[in-house]
Every structure is written in structure tokens, then in C-alpha cells.
Antibody, heavy 125, light 110 residues
Framework: EVQLVESGGGLVQPGRSLRLSCAAS????????MHWVRQFPGKGLEWVSGVSWNSGRLSYADSVKGRFTISRDNAKNSLYLQMSSLRAEDTALYYC??????????????????WGQGTMVTVSS | QSALTQPRSVSGSPGQSVTISCTGTSSDVGGYNYVSWFQHHPGKAPKLMIYDVSKRPSGVPDRFSGSTSGNTASLTISGLQADDEADYYC??????????FGGGTKLTVL
């Protein structure tokens, strides 16, 4: 069974940093691009960042560019999101998502096939 | 990266059909055949229902269908069932290796 388990969320003060992790199982991790998607308290979804299967392509939403860094460790079947200079507006439930398209297709973020249950990040003083 | 526009809510009775729209621009929905739709029941992980505008992943019933016209994508759910009541989101490739979501639509089955 394909499974994604996020961890690392919590309460953090504005301006501080936090690192999210996503442990993947049940599929060949390095065959797929991976993404972070967040859901704001008002329920809207926002794509945050994605990484191609071999980390050759990394991309970010404008709202987090320069503050967040995505990475993956294929040997550990894990995805990460290093978040710095956190703001109140970063408060959200952060989901890890597996891309539908395999590595034999171009990295294009839009088809988020399997999602984890999410980890909550609250930025507040 | 402006969010795609969806109606805040739609409703229908069991057995009826409903259509949810998702309006973007020529830089996203209208520029690529890379639109997806997701079903989200509160407290659960979102589920991919449609990708590449009109394709269904394995296991998604053919009651769910997708289409586009210009800068607007649409999700149609036919033969409404109680379990279809959920939030629905569209997403589109938006160029430069980025993606954009719609604001979400709450579907109520009357």
C-alpha cells in the first residue's frame, strides 16, 4: 500500500525555522516527483514546492521562494521541506504528495496522486 | 500565480448531475492540457479524481468527468451520491514548473 507520513510540524514563532519530513513507502520512491501542498485554515489549497525524481528540477510557489527549500533522499525514501523566516501566513496543514507521472515523463507539477495525512504548522508568537 | 476561480458552493439531489467550473487564464488552464481535480472529505487526504483534463485514475468511477473550454475547466459529477458531498479543488500547471489551485467548491448533496 502506498503510504506517505508527514512529520515535523508544530508551533513556531515568526522568523524562526522548521523542517518537515515525509516518509514514503509502498512504491518505488525514486520513480516519481514529489511535492508539498498546504491547506490554509480557511480550507484553500496552495501548491508549495516540488522536486523531480532525481532532484534535477526544484520549483517553488512565489509565496515561499527564497524562504523554503525542498529536498529528497532517495536512499531513505524521504522528502523534506526546510522552512525559514516563517510568517503567520505560513500557518497551514502541510501535505506531502506523490506525483502521478513517472520519471519517464517531464516534471510538470499538477497531478498530485497520493497524499499523506498532513502535518500542522502554526506560526505565532 | 493567482488562484483559479471556482464557485464557493454547488448543490444537487441524489441521482442528478452537477458541474463545477474552474476559471483561469491563458497562462494556466487555457495554455495547457494539464488540469486536475481533487475530492477532499474533511479530515481525510485529498483524492485525485481527474488529471490531464479528462482522464480518471484507476478506481475513480466514470460518473466523474472533466473537460475544458478556453480558460475554463469543468468537473461534472453524474448520478450524485451522498458520499460525493465534499470539497472539490481544481489545479493546473501554470508554467515555469509551477502549479496553481482553485479556491475550492463545497458540494452539497441535498
Amino acid at each position: 500500500e502506498v503510504q506517505l507520513v508527514e512529520s515535523g510540524g508544530g508551533l513556531v514563532q515568526p522568523g524562526r525555522s522548521l523542517r518537515l519530513s515525509c516518509a514514503a513507502s509502498g512504491f518505488t520512491f525514486d520513480d516519481y516527483a514529489m511535492h508539498w501542498v498546504r491547506q490554509f485554515p480557511g480550507k484553500g489549497l496552495e501548491w508549495v514546492s516540488g522536486v523531480s525524481w532525481n532532484s534535477g528540477r526544484l520549483s517553488y510557489a512565489d509565496s515561499v521562494k527564497g524562504r523554503f527549500t525542498i529536498s529528497r533522499d532517495n536512499a531513505k525514501n524521504s522528502l523534506y521541506l526546510q522552512m525559514s523566516s516563517l510568517r503567520a501566513e505560513d500557518t497551514a496543514l502541510y501535505y506531502c504528495a506523490k506525483d502521478l507521472r513517472s520519471r519517464f515523463l517531464e516534471y510538470l507539477p499538477y497531478a498530485f496522486h497520493i497524499w499523506g495525512q498532513g502535518t500542522m504548522v502554526t506560526v505565532s508568537s | 500565480q493567482s488562484a483559479l476561480t471556482q464557485p464557493r458552493s454547488v448543490s444537487g439531489s441524489p441521482g442528478q448531475s452537477v458541474t463545477i467550473s474552474c476559471t483561469g487564464t491563458s497562462s494556466d488552464v487555457g495554455g495547457y492540457n494539464y488540469v486536475s481535480w481533487f475530492q477532499h472529505h474533511p479530515g481525510k487526504a485529498p483524492k485525485l479524481m481527474i488529471y490531464d483534463v479528462s482522464k480518471r485514475p484507476s478506481g475513480v468511477p466514470d460518473r466523474f468527468s472533466g473537460s475544458t473550454s478556453g480558460n475554463t475547466a469543468s468537473l461534472t459529477i453524474s448520478g450524485l451520491q451522498a458520499d460525493d458531498e465534499a470539497d472539490y479543488y481544481c489545479s493546473s500547471y501554470a508554467g515555469s514548473y509551477t502549479s496553481v489551485f482553485g479556491g475550492g467548491t463545497k458540494l452539497t448533496v441535498l
